[in-house]
């Protein structure tokens, strides 16, 4: 396979599959030097001083760390200046955020969760950054309305999971690849081309502390794979369960599985637990790409009309068969054989 660093890979895209712009290539390197210094700074844990709680509150209610405020900061301060932006959204932040008058504007709009799974820094477990980018509508302000578009329109998502390696993974809308730091080289490098989900799994994540919270139809499906080959699937099924989306998202990138998220009485005031602009939107696009699904259980995640910048949704996606299944078990329109 070709070992060449994102920025080959970023200009081949753009010059010879025209997938991309200058801009947009711009943006992807900027976003993925932010990651490197998350990863940097992740990395560095109790020596720097940056475990532990940040002492506030973020939009949704939930105490920040000190490394979301970090991250945060990283990603909006390597992206204000190159021109390359409309505006900016975060989980972090309430409201969009413009970019300076100071510096020249562009096209895009860029969501990001800043550190997502962030309960896990304290005890090193894998943590990860996920980005979205949009095109801001011609002649329209960057506010919160310009980002409420459906998860179909993004241009261009990915993540990055800070784990023993820290990787990247980009989606351009023309298939998923991933890219391993190289620490020595301080770059990012192709290193699996192509990323396909296989179509039927054995595996599968929930939280299953929620299970007496859930809808029929989730836990219908549940205690179908938990009976295993004396139930009606006639096979045993394993469970994991990392509670980093991003580490979740990546085992089933990596060898299949369903991840579920789903409504239940607990959160259904709040619409779910993951966030659409942020979360859901972006790993839909990823998980599609590599030929998965991803839906709340009624429809196309990445069909949703946004009514709101920090909306949640229910969230069930992975190995399509899978997927379609449990989908069905919602809608009652397909039978469960
Ligand atoms: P965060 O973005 O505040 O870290 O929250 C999102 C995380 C996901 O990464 C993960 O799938 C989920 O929350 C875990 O939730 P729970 O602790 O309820 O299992
Ligand atoms: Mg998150």
């Not at 509150?57 to 945060?72: A, H």
Request: aromatic share 6%; charged share 20%; proline share 5%.
């Amino acid at each position: 396979m070709r070992k060449i660093s994102l920025s080959r890979f970023l200009i081949e895209e753009q010059r010879e599959k025209n997938v991309i712009s200058s801009e947009l290539r711009l943006l992807i390197e900027v976003v993925a030097r932010a990651c490197k210094g998350i990863s940097i700074a992740i990395g560095k844990g109790g020596l720097a001083g940056v475990l532990g709680s940040a002492g506030s509150d973020n939009i949704q209610g939930e105490v920040q760390k000190k490394l979301d405020v970090i991250s945060n900061e990283i990603l909006l301060e390597a992206n204000e200046w190159g021109g390359h932006l409309a505006a900016m959204a975060s989980e972090e932040m309430e409201l969009p955020h413009p970019i300076p008058n100071r510096y020249p504007k562009g096209e895009y709009l860029l969501l990001f969760d800043p550190l997502d799974g962030s309960s896990n820094i304290d005890v090193n477990v894998s943590v990860g950054t996920i980005f979205s980018v949009l095109q801001c509508p011609e002649g329209v302000t960057p506010d919160e309305q310009a980002f409420l578009q459906p998860g179909v329109r993004q241009l261009c998502a990915g993540y990055a999971v800070y784990g023993p390696t820290t990787l990247l993974v980009l989606t351009l809308g023309d298939g998923v690849n991933v890219f391993t730091l190289d620490r020595e080289l301080g770059s990012f490098v192709l290193t699996q081309e192509n990323v396909r989900i296989p179509e039927d799994t054995r595996e599968f994540a929930i939280n299953a502390s929620n299970a007496r919270y859930w809808e029929a139809p989730v836990k219908r499906y549940v205690d179908e794979m938990l009976a295993g080959k004396d139930g009606p699937r006639g096979q045993d099924f394993n469970m994991r369960w990392v509670a980093s989306m991003v580490a979740d998202v990546h085992r089933i990138l990596s060898r299949g599985g369903i991840f579920m998220y789903p409504i239940d009485s607990k959160t259904v005031a709040q619409g779910g637990k993951l966030r659409l602009m942020y979360e859901a939107n972006p790993m839909a696009f990823i998980v599609e790409q590599a030929g998965g699904a991803a839906t709340n259980g009624h429809e196309r995640i990445l069909d949703i009309q946004p009514q709101r910048l920090h909306q949640r949704v229910p969230v069930i996606l992975g190995s399509k068969n899978e997927v379609a299944r449990v989908t069905a078990f919602h809608t009652n329109t397909a039978s469960a054989s």
